[in-house]
């Protein structure tokens, strides 16, 4: 069994990742390069993860690196960041119920918390609402989520934009990237509703289940991705062994 660095090595452009002695390539055939060594190992150890038969589906930091290697929709920074900021308009934990009350409660009392947390830590108006047009958030809440997502890298934001998309939500997404929740309880309160009406009325087990796996699955690859996107130092030597 070869060793994990076996699978990458580093090159000019970055850290490139190696199958079979062949560079891997992206689909529009650009040679697969990644800006840390930290995301070189976290993408090896997910080829070395496979097994008989590769499965795209389950591979998603090299899913990521590749649209944002590829850029396969051509958006610069700016327009990345606009699009991460319009899901305010539209964020999960904003929209609220007034019935039934039992589930109008449950928001309250696991959103509110989120949603306090965001606008200290931004210094930030977001608030919540019943209508079906959704929070009024204000301007200069917007510009603040600009300003502070201008700091991420264009890498970064390819992972921001994909844990915003699993999560419907960017409050949830940036308390979850800036470590104020784990990654359950990001998942769990993007699905309130559902679980409200689960425990309600009950699921189909497998299904259920199979469908939270696969998000919790989808939106650690993305924070990682996002962490390690920003990774500046090698990792050392040592912790490279088997």
Not at 16 to 34: S, Y
Not at 201 to 207: D, F, L
Request: glycine share 2%; charged share 25%.
């Amino acid at each position: 069994m070869p060793r994990r660095q076996d699978f990458y090595s580093d090159s000019p452009g970055g850290f490139e990742i190696n199958l079979d002695h062949r560079k891997l390539k992206t689909p529009q055939a650009k040679l697969f390069t990644v800006p840390s060594e930290a995301l070189a190992i976290a993408v090896a150890t997910e080829w070395d993860s496979q097994k008989d038969t590769i499965k795209f589906y389950t591979m998603h930091l090299t899913t990521l690196c590749n649209t944002a290697l590829d850029n396969p929709t051509q958006r610069n920074k700016t327009q990345l960041i606009r699009a991460a900021v319009k899901f305010l308009e539209t964020d999960t934990v904003c929209y609220r119920v007034e019935e039934p009350a039992a589930l109008a409660e449950l928001q309250k009392n696991e959103w509110d918390p989120v949603v306090s947390w965001a606008e200290k830590r931004y210094n930030v108006t977001i608030g919540s609402s019943t209508s079906i047009l959704g929070p009024n958030i204000p301007a200069s809440t917007k510009e603040t989520f600009v300003s502070h997502l201008a700091s991420y890298n264009m890498w970064a934001l390819q992972g921001i934009e994909f844990v915003i998309t699993q999560l419907k939500s960017l409050i949830l997404s940036m308390s979850l990237i800036d470590r104020h929740i784990t990654v359950e309880k990001a998942v769990l309160l993007s699905r309130l509703e559902e679980e409200y009406q689960i425990r309600r009325w009950g699921n189909v087990e497998w299904a259920h289940d199979y469908d939270l796996c696969e998000l919790r699955a989808r939106t650690a690859a993305g924070t990682l991705f996002v962490h390690l996107c920003s990774e500046s130092s090698t990792v050392k030597h040592k912790l490279l062994q088997d």
